[in-house]
């Protein structure tokens, strides 16, 4: 576990703002950015995110309906989207995804936790002090 895993967590679990995650997403090179998106999706498809998520990922994250990662999300398999999410290349579109693929763990993982984790568990991420 490192402080990325951590941070993304955190913001997932809603114990951080998403404006600090946004200034430290900016703060990140192309390729650091890539690896945490990419870190994203995989913990969205481990936290078992299905298609029906989709509406409600797009309002928590703020995003327009019309927005390039919006509407890839939209469209069918999340895994196979979420993989196109993680790609998007332009900074303004990285962001938007940035923000989607949070909203989209904290969506998957409270359910997973809510599923199969009732009573305690060992998963690291759900020992994450409060910061309330």
């Not at 679990?13 to 600090?20: A, N, W």
């Not at 999410?85 to 763990?105: N, Q, S, T, W, Y």
Request: hydrophobic share 40%; with cysteine; charged share 25%.
């Amino acid at each position: 576990m490192n402080e990325r895993d951590v941070l993304l967590n955190e913001l997932a679990q809603g114990l951080r703002p998403m404006s600090e995650g946004i200034e430290w997403f900016d703060s990140l090179g192309q390729e650091e950015q890539s690896e945490a998106l990419l870190f994203l999706c995989h913990h969205c498809v481990q936290a078992r995110a299905v298609t029906e998520d989709a509406p409600e990922s797009i309002r928590r994250s703020g995003l327009r309906p019309t927005h390039t990662p919006a509407v890839l999300i939209s469209r069918g398999r999340i895994d196979e989207q979420l993989g196109k999410i993680a790609g998007l290349m332009p900074l303004d579109e990285r962001r938007k995804a940035f923000r989607l693929l949070i909203a989209v763990l904290s969506i998957a993982d409270a359910r997973r936790r809510e599923r199969f984790c009732f009573g305690g568990c060992s998963h690291w991420w759900h020992r994450l002090p409060s910061v309330a």
